[in-house]
């Protein structure tokens, strides 16, 4: 767009939705979003959205959950959008719309079913451990195929497809793949939340640590937040993690290495993190689940 709309609605508070809606609540504009769900950013924890939520507010943004979207009219001067919540029919104008979903798989006249590639009924492409399709000497990876619709899956399953096709074993494992939606604060995620982790039957140790309590946190004025790690108890196994706070999206990172390289708590604790880091949230949260916090009660 060439100007910055004075009014814009944000259909959708997915990540995509979040992410925009938040840059052009920064730049001024008035940003209601419509949420179908119950919560904004689906998959991440009500204590996480929250704190999205009330930076949103402070921007001036309205969040309507459990608001379907039913239409959209152009008028004059932008466009009116219909939307039911709670059984009310509602409209709200703005200067612009902004559509974040409905994305969906372009594969039913491209001819797959020709060469024998078969779908599933979402119409993405079915796939095996080695991203080959049904038809042995065609491969898939990325949005085409089931999975997390996220840019690091696609190269990740692209690798695995290049090593598989040059004849290597290699299978791919989600294991470590990490989430991020780039909202304020930012949150991401890796491995198993809590709830996950207990419904697959895990005795689960948390330890949760606060930004506000990291020097670094608050020389950069930026408190908001938590890094909680999901650890099996017997044995401190790392079992996953989530983070909202400033650079979420690159603390993730080492939380993904330590799902992936099976690693414990301890491991975490008894890396000599440099202070004063953001990292050494990651090191802390460790010590909580090992039950020797030295910043926190
Ligand atoms: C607004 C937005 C923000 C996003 N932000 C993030 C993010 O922050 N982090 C993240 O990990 N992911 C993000 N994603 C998702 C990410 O873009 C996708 O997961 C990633 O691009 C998937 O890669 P791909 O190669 O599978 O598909 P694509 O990148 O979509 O590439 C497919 C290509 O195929 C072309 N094509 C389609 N049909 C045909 C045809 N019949 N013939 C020839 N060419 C065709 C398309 O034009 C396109 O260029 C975002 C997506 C959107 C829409």
Do not use: C, W
């Amino acid at each position: 767009m060439k100007e910055i709309p004075k009014k814009l609605v944000v259909i959708g508070a997915g990540y995509v939705g979040t992410e925009l809606g938040t840059a052009y609540a920064n730049f001024g504009t008035e940003v209601t979003f419509l949420e179908g769900a119950k919560d904004i950013l689906g998959g991440f924890e009500k204590s996480m959205t929250q704190l999205v939520k009330k930076g949103l507010k402070k921007k001036g943004a309205t969040v309507i959950t459990e608001a379907m979207a039913k239409g959209v009219e152009e008028t004059k001067d932008g466009v009116k959008v219909s939307y039911e919540v709670k059984g009310k029919e509602e409209i709200i104008e703005a200067d612009y719309v902004l559509v974040t979903v409905g994305r969906r798989p372009n594969t039913s006249e491209i001819g797959l079913e020709q060469v024998g590639i078969e779908l599933d009924e979402k119409g993405l492409i079915k796939v095996d451990k080695q991203s080959r399709t049904t038809v042995k000497n065609i491969y898939a990876i990325g949005d085409i195929v089931p999975g997390a619709p996220l840019a690091h899956k696609a190269s990740y399953e692209g690798k695995i497809a290049a090593e598989a096709i040059s004849g290597e074993k290699s299978e791919v494992d989600y294991i470590g793949i990490p989430a991020v939606a780039f909202v304020e604060p930012e949150l991401a995620m890796v491995g198993l939340t809590e709830a996950q982790a207990k419904e697959e039957g895990y005795d689960v140790k948390v330890g949760k640590f606060p930004f506000a309590a990291n020097g670094r946190a608050l020389s950069l004025n930026n408190t908001d937040g938590f890094l909680k790690l999901i650890t099996r108890k017997e044995d401190g196994l790392i079992l996953g993690g989530q983070i909202a706070g400033p650079n979420a999206s690159d603390m993730i990172s080492e939380i993904g290495l330590a799902v992936e390289a099976g690693m414990t708590a301890e491991d975490l604790a008894l890396t000599i993190h440099a202070h004063p880091t953001l990292g050494e949230i990651t090191m802390e949260a460790a010590e909580v689940a090992l039950g020797s916090p030295i910043h926190i009660m």
